[in-house]
Nanobody, 122 residues
Framework: QVHLVESGGGLVQAGGSLRLSCAAS????????MGWFRQAPGKERECVAALSWSATTYYADSVKGRFTISRDNAKNTVYLQMNTLKPDDTAVYFC????????????????WGQGTQVTVSS
């Protein structure tokens, strides 16, 4: 079992930055692929960034060059640095874990955080 808790969301103006954190507890964190998803009102949940245990990364086209995912295995924490934020980035952001990067990207995770709201004003 993996328990995930996100933090760091908030309100920011367009062009600004935020860093989200996801603290994990439970089973060995370093062996999991970790990812960030988001869901805006009326839209499906999408994977925006993911990071395997071997440091392979995935980014959605909409965030490439603006978002960076990283992890600190010693702290059991995964981060999402979000720069040059746009109003379209407004959503609830969720942290997720899966044993495989491919499963994570395909939205097959069994482990989810409660979500943190990110609102970008124009």
């Amino acid at each position: 079992q993996v328990h995930l808790v996100e933090s760091g969301g908030g309100l920011v103006q367009a062009g600004g930055s935020l860093r989200l954190s996801c603290a994990a507890s439970g089973r060995s964190f370093s062996g999991y692929a970790m990812g960030w998803f988001r869901q805006a009102p009326g839209k499906e949940r999408e994977c925006v960034a993911a990071l395997s245990w071997s440091a392979t990364t995935y980014y959605a086209d909409s965030v490439k060059g603006r978002f960076t995912i990283s992890r600190d295995n010693a702290k059991n924490t995964v981060y999402l640095q979000m720069n040059t934020l746009k109003p379209d980035d407004t959503a609830v952001y969720f942290c997720a874990a899966h044993s495989a990067l491919s499963g994570l990207i395909r939205n097959l995770s069994n482990y989810w955080g409660q979500g943190t709201q990110v609102t970008v004003s124009s």
